[in-house]
């Protein structure tokens, strides 16, 4: 395993300025792809009709190889790393949507109910209410987009030095080194790892009044009868 | 004063939830709106807040239209309670109780202190406060849905089918509460059931709706009992109306007799002169004057009771402040026909045979003729 960490220098990155670019070309678009879909998935629970052309364009979206886009978009942005974030950024709404969607309809009728008779508007009802009780659905969702962002961000290497540590596996090809195909894959993996269990941390910090998991809590039940909700 | 006006709901549909109904309900009084399932009492309720707009007619809150006030203005100025209590499951109990205050501008300290009041009220333990909804009972979930209701104050208070959730005997207690909270603080409270019971219980006024949206009967619940006003209501009511009406009949007016009565270390001379014609048995109680059970007295020799031989002697009631329906119900739970009046201690007041029961249930319908009964009689 010689020369594990010894980047090839077409690559203009050391191992960690790697990870660096790696973890932006993957992050920003489940944040861009995030800021787009609330707005949008409100719209879809607010009008119903709405949501199955939506669903149906996201899916479509998401049918379209990284390649294709790249072959219109380099027109626009060139060889760079927005050309890689844009189909990714895409990519994430056909999960991001449908989670939040699902995330904010699960709350319940009667707490809907209960915040419009106790005066809430419907802007301040979504933001206070139904958004932070759709939390868990939508961390979810961002569990399941930041892990497939990280390995997608590899097809960066099909426009030249854009695809992060895919890049390395390119090289490893090149140059007949395949610990750089194995360093290129463990360290995808890792991040995976270490960003979705971020992720988790997350969700545990913003909904202290969950009861998922946390058996001890639930033993504190003062009376067995079950709780209606 | 809360008055619906000739208010009818019509979907785009066509459905018509609610028909032409006019209703007025009194200040500081419990109107219960009653009815099967989809007959417009919940859309009733909710039009008076404006969640559901009416498609014609008004609905005047102290002789002012509801449309001339801004929406949400108009229900801060109501509580509103909820199946399931509908809780923020995201907000801890004290900050589910502030949220109108909070919406109001009050500050948050003064919001929790005033939240903490409430808890209090509602009969919630304090420590409760920084909980979550989901580590609370149903019970005890409704009744932060009453104090999040009551936290700003409002006169009005519309409550759906609050209780309907929980077990009968957290229901019972929940009733309970409301009923003391009332006496407390008076506030207008509009109560939409299903469960007839619960409205004969709590209403000072019932409103008994139709399917279709139309009112069938609106009267104080004695008054429902003794004359439905047709056949729906009668068959709403159930089947044993007779009974529960005397529910609203105090039992003050039994005369209780104390002389079939003797405690268990009585000597054969006190058990002999106990002896009488007037009943053909004795209750025997301790020696704290607390009922044990009834004995024909031949079979009771001096100093040697056995408790174990002595017959039942039912559920008694209080006397006085018990309704006659607790007194018959007292007599037919035991073999000898007897019932048993206890004071508040639950010390024996005296005994009361069936036929006196049924005398006294004679004389109040007599009575009920000509004037209504007491509703203040109905906590039995």
Known sequence: MDGFFDIPSDLQHSWLGLIGLHVREAGLPVLAGLLISLPLAQLCVRFRWLYPPVLWVTTVLYAIPSLAFFVVL???TGQTELTVMIPLTVYTLVILVPAIVDGVRSVPQETIAAATAMGFGPVRRYIQVQLPIAVPAIIAGLRVATVSSISLVSVGALIGNQGALGNLINDANIYN????????????????????GLLVVVRLLLTPWMPSGARARRAERPEPEVAAR | MIRIDSVT??????????DRLSLEIPDRSITVLVGPSGCGKTTTLRMINRMVEPSEGTILIDGKDSRQQPVNTLRRSMGYVIQNAGLFQHRTIVDNIATVPRMLGWGKEKARARARELMERVGLDGSLAKRYPYQLSGGQQQRVGVARALAADPPVLLMDE??????PVVRKGLQDELLRIQDELGKTIVFVTHDIDEAVKIGTMVAVMRTGGKLAQYAPPAELLSS??????????????GIRRLSFFPSAGLRLLTGPVVAVDATAEQIAARETAEAPYLLVTDVDGKPLGWSEPRQLTAGSVDIGQLLPYGRPFVAGTDSLRAALDCAVLSPTGWAVGVDTEGRVAGVVSQQAIGEAIRGAHAQGLTDAPVP?????
């Open chain 1, 74 to 76: 380099i027109d626009y």
């Open chain 1, 177 to 196: 080194r395949p610990e750089l195909a194995v360093n290129a894959v463990v360290t995808m993996a890792v991040l995976a790892i270490l960003a979705d």
């Open chain 2, 9 to 18: 709901k019509r979907y785009p549909d066509g459905t018509v939830a609610v």
């Open chain 2, 162 to 167: 609050p209780f309907s959730a929980v077990d």
């Open chain 2, 228 to 241: 439905p006003a047709d056949a729906f209501v009668e068959d709403f009511l159930g089947t044993d109306r």
């Open chain 2, 376 to 380: 203040d009689s109905k906590v039995g």
